[in-house]
Structure formats: structure tokens, C-alpha cells
């Protein structure tokens, strides 16, 4: 099989997953509604939270999508540590794919989950009025950014899963990584109203250049703090370096 091949076999494989308990897609439905109905509506009532004249909640909205996608991106190294305790990461380490392309087939994977997760926000987005862009070119955009961002966190899991190696030490660490990477990004506001501290740290954030290519694209009138080529430059290359440490990592978890 060529590399393209093996890459799609071990996203088809992952997303069979999905298949067989589409209610996972509901669920993960229940938290950007939560966001964007409650957070938002209250927190649209104060003042000074966004640049310009722009209602709060569509500014709001591309942050809660990159939310999603981080959310449900960072827990995806558990499902390899499953895999391991079942024998399934064996079956992959004697395969003759390069690790490479078993990191990047998970990636693929976790971005059909990500995009399945727009849609909600998206529907979400617009029976509350927001003034959401659907040209075909900016959704094309979007989804772009979201396959991505959810490629990044989701290998960026893969790596802690091959660190932490249990289960439970997994889920401590990824609860206490995944709050201070919302917070500590443009999502829910502007860098501009950010301490000095905090906003070095947001420049670091992948998830800050994530949130602001989605609000050029997923907004009318949407406008880049950073610029679209830098937003993709910066996730791309993060994403990467990322899958050449998981690479090299990956093949430890049957150690």
C-alpha cells in the first residue's frame, strides 16, 4: 500500500467508531449550546468584551467551535490507550505502515469528528442570529482550519497518552491541560483586554490562531488579528512537529 492508502485505512478504522455510536454526536452537542446560549447571552451584556460595534455573541461563536474541537480533540489519546489494553495497537506497531501515517491516520480521524461538531455550532450559530458566512469558499475555509486544529490537539493528546501510558493519569492530565489552553486563548475574549502575562501565553496558544482564522472565515466581515497566512502557518507547522514527536513515541505505548 502506498502512504495515502495506509493513512485512510487507520482513519476508516477510527471512524467506524463513530459509525457504530452516532450519539456521540449529540452529546457532544450539549456543551457549545450550553456555551453559547448561557455564557453568551449573559456575558453580551457587557460592555467592552470585543473590538468595534460587533454583537459579543458572534464573536463568541468561532471560539466556542474551536472549544469543540479542542475538547473533544484532547481526550482522543485515550482511545489508543484502550487500544493497547485490547491488543489493537499490536496489531499496528507489526504492520508494515510507517508510524508516521498511523499518527496522521488518527489525525484525519479526529478532523471528520471535528467537522461533525461544526455543523452543530453552525446550526446552532444561525437559529441564534448570528451572522454566520456560507459561501462555499469561507466554509471551505473553516473547515480547513478546523481539520487542522483538531489534527494538532488530537496528536498532541496522542503524545501524552504515550507519556502517561494509564488511563487514569491520562485523564487527570487532560483535564488540567485543556481549561488553561481555552483561557488562555482569544476565544471567549479579545487579546487586547488580556494582562501582559496572559497574553504572551496566548501568543504561544495554537488554539488563539485557530480561533482567529475561524472568525475571518466563519463571520461576514470577519477580520484576522494575525492574518489567514500566519494563522495557517503557525497550526500547520505546530501539527508537524507534532506527529514527528508522536512518530517516534507512538511505537513506546507496547513497551
Keep these: 500500500m502506498d502512504y495515502g492508502t495506509e493513512v485512510h485505512a487507520v482513519a476508516d478504522a477510527e471512524l467506524r467508531k463513530l459509525r457504530h455510536d452516532p450519539s456521540e454526536i449529540l452529546t457532544r452537542a450539549i ?6 446560549v448561557l455564557f453568551g447571552e449573559v456575558m453580551a451584556q457587557v460592555r467592552g468584551l470585543t473590538s468595534g ?3 459579543y ?3 463568541l461563536a468561532p471560539g466556542i467551535l474551536a472549544q469543540s474541537v479542542l475538547f473533544a480533540a484532547i481526550f482522543y489519546g485515550i482511545a489508543a490507550i484502550w487500544e493497547r489494553d485490547l491488543g489493537i495497537l499490536h496489531r499496528y506497531m507489526v504492520s508494515p505502515a510507517p508510524r508516521s501515517a ?3 491516520g488518527k489525525a484525519l480521524s479526529s478532523a471528520v469528528r471535528g467537522l461533525t461538531q461544526a455543523v452543530v455550532v453552525y446550526l446552532l450559530a444561525l437559529a441564534l442570529g448570528i451572522n454566520v458566512d456560507l459561501s462555499p469558499l469561507s466554509l471551505l475555509g473553516v473547515a480547513c482550519m478546523i481539520a487542522l486544529g483538531s489534527g494538532l490537539f488530537s496528536t498532541f493528546s496522542l503524545i501524552i497518552a504515550c507519556i502517561v501510558k494509564t ?3 491520562f485523564m487527570g492530565i487532560g483535564q ?3 481549561m488553561p489552553i481555552f483561557f488562555a486563548s482569544n476565544a471567549i475574549y479579545p487579546i487586547d483586554i488580556m494582562p501582559g502575562w496572559l ?10 490562531y485557530q480561533v482567529d482564522a475561524l472568525r475571518t472565515l466563519m463571520l461576514v466581515g470577519g477580520e484576522s488579528k494575525f492574518g489567514l497566512a500566519v494563522d495557517c502557518l ?7 512537529a507534532l506527529v514527528a514527536i508522536a512518530a517516534r513515541l507512538y511505537p513506546r505505548m507496547t513497551a
Design 234 to 240: 503557525v497550526l500547520a507547522a505546530t501539527l508537524a
Design 102 to 104: 498511523l499518527v496522521l
Design 57 to 59: 455573541l458572534d464573536f
Design 167 to 169: 488511563r487514569e493519569r
Design 176 to 178: 488540567v491541560l485543556t
Design 53 to 55: 460595534n460587533g454583537r
Design 31 to 36: 456543551q457549545p449550546a450550553i456555551w453559547l
Design 199 to 208: 497574553r504572551t501565553i496566548s501568543l504561544a496558544n495554537p488554539l488563539t
